[in-house]
């Protein structure tokens, strides 16, 4: 019966004839040696050989977390083609699948909808330009993510993120996806790294939510006028509205306060 299950032929058959005519006795199947159980058959079959009972308790690597790994690199590069191409609103998860050579249930086997989707493509293309630097230096610290943020609304990735603004105008759903899936990650992200200064940099009694609003808000009217005012003077000018009035005074004469930079 096994032989006629797994389709045994030759010398594999006449191989699992014999270890099982030497076993007559064993009618329950945890009496079996490992090589005959169905893992040990599959084994046995791919190495040619019998296996082991140590090598019937290795693990077998299966390829399909490479697949999709694979499968969600092209689903998230085919997102943001298609988004740049026709803008947020045409675009769809069957679009999206289509490009990327899946089913639209393998898309949402990992996202709910394409909001989802996009954002998460969003969050991987640009990872690079989200960091907050951390150099113990409160100027060099907020000119850094100003830099790194204003690298993120250039070129094609304008496009998307000026697609994304105005579908959050008038669908409720995009606007909390984007509320919740990227601004806030970025806020809090940055208000840990101010926080750092508040001993040593900071004047008392700093409202970090105002302050963020400032620096955002800078920069996504930058994203909205233009890439003309997307250069390092604009960029450096709004850095020092936003110190003059977050620093303390020493910090602010140009007195450098330094806290310990990150474990190596």
Known sequence: ????????????????????????GCVHLGKLPACLSHKGLCRTLKMGRPVTDTEQRIPHRHPGRRRDEYAKKRILQSALEILDEVGFANTSVQ??????????????RWWPDKTAVVINALRQAIAQDLTCPHTGDLHRDVRGYLQNLSRSFRGHRARIFRSFLVAAQT??????????????????????????????????????????????????????????????????????????????????????HSVPGPAR
Not at 4 to 10: A, K, M, Q, R, V
């Open 95 to 108: 679009a999206i699948a289509e490009r990327a050579g899946t089913g639209k249930a393998t898309v949402y």
């Open 1 to 24: 019966r096994i032989v006629d299950d797994c389709g045994l032929t030759g010398k594999a058959e006449n191989w699992v004839g014999e270890k099982l005519r030497s076993r007559r």
């Open 171 to 256: 669908n409720p759903e995009v606007a909390a996806a984007f509320q919740n899936m990227w601004c806030q990650p970025r806020r809090e992200e940055l208000k840990i790294a101010l926080g750092r200064y508040r001993d040593c940099g900071l004047r008392d009694g700093v409202d970090f939510e105002v302050v963020l609003d400032v620096m955002h808000g800078a920069l996504y009217n930058m994203l909205l006028v233009g890439p003309k005012s997307a250069n390092a003077e604009y960029i450096y000018a709004v850095a020092d509205i936003v110190l003059s009035g977050i620093a303390s005074k020493r910090h602010a004469a140009g007195v450098s």
